[in-house]
């Protein structure tokens, strides 16, 4: 029989352990890209007005990609895993249910980040 | 069993919460400004990808009717504080998960919220000049 | 009316309750037990107010021997004498127990043992504790070892005993009725094996310690069913009652380690008056002495303003006393007052009932069959006073003990059925102040019976004070017989109804300790007759006991102590001053 | 600040007889050193005999007299009147639990999932003595320190996720699990920590401190469930046994 390791297994599928410690990660993570997102929004970028191509140029380092993706990652992981624990703090008893509409949208949220980023690198 | 049956169980809620300590104002502000936040980040997502659809043209020229809205250009105000309160708020819960200064909660908040306040008004100050 | 077949039933849920719900679950898990709790269990009761600690012998340089020694002197030799060597033997087995299985952690010394402080009239230093608000601890982790068991212990919160249901010849102990305060409906307990671990009455004094539903309830039972009483004159008064005028928190015991740390106490005008009653042991005599010495020197005109005298702890540190005092300081801090660095107003306190029901060391008492007795409610193991930390010491001893004798009675023992008429009569005997739409307003009958105690079968008594209280104890109980409830529709949480009981059930106990202790003519313990000051060992090495004749009436008869181990002969050659 | 005396509002409800609650005024003439303890049992002995409330060692040691004083729970024996410095008092019973009568609440949900926890201590089957434990050696600082709950509820009542949910096991009964969850001597630590680390356990807490803020004993449950997530996160990666 498959041994999966003990982070896979316990009660079942909810990971409140793992959830709320990638929520931790996350949030430290978020602190510093998210401070590198602004930064380089509003106080690298000297026009008034953000252009294509200043964000293509930017996104043309390989780096920056990274940062974008990490960002677009952990924000979405932060957010929604933020919005069910509210939602189970109220007393969420549907919890499965929501949990899927809730992959699903951030999954299809993180496609369109992506789809985004792959615009400016194109 | 009568002494556990007789539960007078009709549940009469009264006022739980206590009002008038900090760390139930900084905890109902982090919900506040975390919803927010979320949903400015749907329609953040949203908004640059749909404007991406056609190419550089319509991106330019979304961002330019975004970033030139005078109310948007306040609202946006309104944004950065709740970034500066949720991360700043963020980093004393995290600072709890570590297991630091759960006898200084309070000082701990009213110091990261003047941290806040300058970032808040210096970020203010340039925007506005 | 609900009505509940069983093996055991307990009342209380103090240490004595609950550790005799243990033994008996431990002992046959298959017996069913019912305990009953006046208050929310393991919250009501004086066990859960246990400061000090508890008297145990654990190191090797001291001896039950001496243990015993210390208790019997304490309470001057009218001690069983058998009983008290119980509690000295079983003390060690009953810690052991609390740490080991229980789960309580003690108070460690400096290489990692258990730890032991200094109390009063001990020749070692020998009580254990958890900082000074022990029974906390002791209480609550036997509480959740109750409910570990609650597949065959039935808890009934808020649930207060009436009466007794007896056989037709009266010597047997079948069942109780029992009182749903919640609902107000009265419920049969029908069992084979009665334990009584309600404790004592104390609180039917104006300045008293005891929480305030602790009413002495089990001894009014026991009395109205006919069981023996012993030693009911011994009424032990707490030398440091905190005292906060009017207020409820006046006469709560700051506890006795505050005077083995080093604490002292000053009169009114300044003088450590300890030098003029014990000069050779000071604040660390026993309970009884400095009580009385506290007594004099306020009746004497030598107290403070408001009736106190002053004890005493900034000479040893502010951050010493915080340190080892933490509930204490607490507790004077909420009068706005500082421990640590003031002098704080204190009066004698009445604290802790020595006597009580008559029992042999299987706890059980000595003419009634199936009643078991377990703690403050039985009589012997204290004499004339009780030394700090032995009163849990009891609790939890005497409570094992009870637990075991139960489940061997329980087995031994059929169920037999109740008397349909006694409960009909006992629901008449409580039910009737709802019938009344006019009678006597209990809560002035409440206060004068705790002046009344007060000033008349106090701390000092004597011949005159002792006919006039007794007599007036009989026209209370007649009076409070015609009191009535309120709002007559109101069976939910009826405090009315509920104090009524009390007060009944306090004027019984009265009664008993005010007839004791007008027989009683010397000066023993913590029973002290301005007319007769004297110690007389010659006459006085007796027991006094009593019974209910059937119609309320008290009957008295003496009998000699019980010296199985220290003969009379050697008392009265020894002739120690106590 | 010296008073003569005070108004005070009590919430009544006989959940079998009333509608709706209502409040009550009386005014008590205030004694030295009045606690609010003082103050029910002057109404009801001597004003209206029907008030219902629970009290029982009157020193702050039982926990039983917990209401919900002037916006916070608190236990009424050690809540000085003149500590609360208005003569405008209103009491309430402890939120978050059924209510018998008036002021007196059935603490059966606080006790139900005091009970999931497996509040009570299981040796391990070797240990046949007290264990040496030396004060310095920091094992049991700030155990002892958090075994001083008495269950009196304030911090049940406090708690607003206790509010929202009416799962969660609440801030006494996790700290309770801690207290036996880091004590050496158990036997079943890992069970009481899968007991706590469900939906319903530590997850629920998110550092409010309302259970801090109003525990009379000055306890902080929060840092215990701190203490507990940590075991857990632990216990998923294999660390903790």
């Known amino acids: 029989m498959l041994n999966f390791p003990r982070i896979l297994t316990g009660e079942g599928v909810l990971l409140n352990a793992m959830t709320w410690l990638l929520q931790r990660i996350s949030a430290a993570l978020l602190l510093v890209v998210l401070g590198i997102h602004i930064w380089a929004l509003y106080v690298f970028n000297t026009s008034e007005v953000i252009s294509f191509s200043e964000a293509r140029a930017r996104l043309s380092s390989a780096p920056y990609v990274l940062l974008y993706v990490l960002l677009l990652f952990f924000g979405l992981f932060h957010a929604f895993n933020g919005v069910y624990t509210v939602m189970v703090d109220m007393g969420l008893k549907t919890r499965k249910t929501t949990i899927g509409i809730l992959i699903i949208l951030g999954t299809a949220l993180f496609g369109i980040g992506v789809y985004s980023i792959i615009q400016f690198i194109m | 069993m009568p002494s556990r049956e007789m539960v007078a169980s009709q549940r009469y809620k009264t006022n739980s919460q206590v009002w008038n300590a900090v760390g139930m104002w900084a905890w109902m502000l982090h919900r506040a400004t975390g919803i927010g936040l979320v949903l400015y980040l749907i329609l953040h997502a949203t908004l640059i990808s749909t404007s991406l659809i056609s190419g550089a043209q319509s991106f330019n020229a979304t961002l330019t009717m975004l970033m030139t809205n005078p109310v948007l250009h306040y609202m946006e105000l309104l944004l950065v504080g709740a970034v500066i309160y949720h991360g700043l708020n963020g980093v004393r819960l995290l600072l709890f998960d570590i297991g630091i200064g759960f006898s200084k909660q309070k000082e701990i908040f009213w110091a990261a919220m003047v941290l806040g306040a300058i970032m808040w008004i210096s970020v203010v100050v340039v925007k506005l000049s | 009316m609900n009505e509940i077949k069983t093996d055991v039933l307990i009342l209380g849920s103090g240490g004595a309750g609950l550790f005799a719900a243990l033994h008996v679950y431990d002992s046959n898990p298959s017996l069913n037990v019912v305990l009953a709790t006046k208050g929310l269990i393991g919250k009501c009761g004086c066990s859960r107010m246990v400061q000090g600690g508890m008297n145990v012998v654990l190191n090797p340089a001291d001896s039950v021997e001496k243990h015993f020694m210390d208790t019997i002197k304490g309470g001057g030799f009218v001690n069983d004498q058998d009983l008290a060597y119980t509690l000295v033997s079983d003390a060690p087995k009953a810690v052991h127990e609390l740490e080991v299985k229980v789960g309580c952690f003690f108070d460690r010394a400096e290489d990692g043992k258990i730890h032991q402080k200094a109390f009063a009239g001990q020749s070692f230093d020998r009580t254990v504790h958890v900082a000074d608000l022990s029974g906390i601890q002791i209480i609550a982790r036997l509480t959740d070892q109750v409910f570990r068991r609650e597949d065959r212990i039935k808890i009934l919160e808020e649930t207060r005993g009436l009466d007794f249901l007896t056989t037709a010849e009266g010597d047997r102990v079948v069942g109780a009725v029992l009182a749903d305060m919640r609902t107000g409906e009265l419920i049969v307990v029908n069992a084979k094996v009665v334990i009584v671990a309600t404790g004592g009455s104390s609180s039917m004094y104006k300045i008293s310690a005891p929480s305030v539903d602790k009413t002495g309830d089990g001894m009014a039972m026991c009395f109205r069913a006919g069981a023996e009483f012993m030693d009911m004159e011994m009424m032990q008064f707490h030398p440091t009652g905190l005292l906060a005028g009017q207020s409820r928190l006046s006469g709560s015991v700051l506890e006795e380690g505050l005077r083995g740390a080093g604490g002292y106490l000053l009169n009114g005008l300044g003088e450590r008056f300890m030098e003029r009653y014990d000069p050779e042991r000071m604040e660390r005599s026993t309970r009884d002495r400095v009580a009385r010495a506290g007594y004099m020197e306020i009746m004497a005109g030598r107290g403070t303003e408001s009736g106190g005298v002053y004890l005493v702890m900034g000479h040893l540190g502010a951050e010493f006393v915080e340190k080892k005092f933490p509930g204490m300081c607490d507790r004077v801090r909420d009068i706005g007052k500082q421990l640590s660095s003031e002098p704080v107003e204190i009066s004698p306190t009445s604290h802790f009932m020595m006597g009580g029901v008559k029992i042999d060391i299987h706890c059980q008492s000595t003419n009634m069959k199936n009643l078991v007795i377990a703690g403050e409610d039985s009589s012997g193991v204290h004499g004339a006073n009780r030394l700090g930390g032995n009163g849990i010491g009891e609790s939890v001893t005497f409570g094992r003990r009870a637990g075991d004798t139960a489940a061997a009675l329980a087995e031994q023992n059929i169920l037999r059925p109740y008397r349909q008429e006694q409960v009909e009569e006992i629901t008449r005997r409580w039910m009737k102040f709802y019938k009344r739409t006019e009678g006597v307003d209990i809560y002035p009958i409440r206060d004068e019976i705790k002046n009344l105690m007060w000033d008349k079968v106090g701390v000092v008594r004597e011949a005159k004070s002792l006919q006039e209280a007794m007599s007036r104890l009989e026209e209370l109980l007649e009076v409070a017989d015609q009191s009535f409830v309120t709002n007559r529709t109101l069976f939910r949480y009826n405090m009315e109804w509920n104090e009524i009981i009390n007060t009944i059930n306090w004027i019984t106990v009265a009664r008993m300790v005010s007839k004791s202790a007008s027989l009683r003519t010397e000066s023993r313990g913590s029973h002290y007759r301005s007319d007769f000051k004297e110690t007389d060992n010659n006459k006085w090495l007796v027991n006094i006991y009593l019974k209910n004749k059937g119609n309320m009436e008290i009957e008295t008869y003496i009998k000699p102590i019980n010296a199985t181990r220290f003969s009379a002969e050697e008392i009265i050659k020894a002739n120690i001053k106590y | ?241």
């Not at chain 4, 039983?64 to 410095?85: D, E, F, K, W």
């Not at chain 4, 880091?182 to 309302?210: M, P, T």
């Not at chain 4, 803020?213 to 306890?219: I, S």
Request: proline share 6%.
């Open chain 4, 1 to 241: 600040m010296s008073l003569q005396e005070i108004n005070v509002k009590i919430f009544r409800y006989d959940p079998e007889a009333d509608v709706e609650p209502r409040f009550d005024s009386f005014t008590v003439p205030v004694i030295k050193n009045m606690a609010i303890l003082d103050v029910v049992m002057y109404v009801q002995n001597y004003v209206d005999k029907t008030l219902a409330f629970r009290c029982s060692c009157r020193i702050g040691m039982c926990g039983s007299c917990a209401m919900y004083i002037n916006g916070r729970p608190r236990l009424a024996c050690r809540t000085q009147v003149s500590s609360l410095g208005t003569p405008d008092i209103t009491i309430m019973p402890l939120p978050n639990l059924p209510i018998i009568r008036d002021l007196a609440t059935d603490m059966e949900p606080f006790f139900e999932k005091w009970k999931k926890i497996k509040p009570f201590y299981v040796g391990k089957s070797e240990l046949k003595d007290p264990v040496a434990i030396r004060p310095d050696s920091g094992e049991r600082e700030f155990i002892d320190q958090m075994l001083d709950c008495i269950t009196c509820g304030c911090c049940y009542g406090a708690c607003s996720m206790v509010a929202t949910n009416e799962e969660y096991l609440g801030p006494a009964a996790l700290n309770r699990a801690y207290t036996l969850i880091a004590d050496k001597r158990d036997a079943i630590r890992v069970e009481r920590l899968k007991a706590v680390g469900r939906s319903y356990g530590v997850w629920r807490c998110h550092d409010q401190f309302n259970c801090a803020e109003v525990c009379p004993k000055k306890l902080v449950p929060t840092k215990s469930i701190q203490q507990l997530k940590k075991r857990c996160v632990l216990q998923k990666f294999g660390v903790f046994k």
